[in-house]
């Protein structure tokens, strides 16, 4: 769990609360980062190859833009504080990586 702590150094920080951040819940944050980046990865590289294919499919495109869309909602709007989103992002995002790279999506 974040500690909160103020800053006492004499600079205009002083008096100004910060985070202290313990390791684990630093780590689960950016592994749910990460985890939904990989998908917005998935999409693009999908994209670019139906763009570059002599007739693409605008559907599919437009459908993979828009579901990356939502990973970048996700994804910028997750907050390192909300321990239940994290828990959840991680966990919803790396069974849909896993399903479209099985070819199930």
């Given at each position: ?43 693009s590289e999908k994209i670019v190859q139906e763009r570059q294919k002599p007739r693409p499919d ?48």
């Amino acid at each position: 769990m974040a500690v909160e702590e103020r800053w006492d150094d004499g600079s205009v920080l002083s008096g100004v609360s910060r985070r202290v951040w313990e390791s684990a819940e630093a780590v689960s944050y950016e592994v749910a980062v990460e985890t939904v980046g990989r998908l917005i990865s998935w999409y693009s590289e999908k994209i670019v190859q139906e763009r570059q294919k002599p007739r693409p499919d605008a559907t599919k495109i437009d459908r993979w833009k828009l579901a990356q869309n939502a990973c970048v909602q996700d994804q910028t709007t997750l907050l390192a504080t909300d321990h239940d989103a994290i828990v959840r992002v991680t966990e919803d995002y790396a069974e849909r990586l896993r399903e479209l790279t099985a070819g199930r999506g």
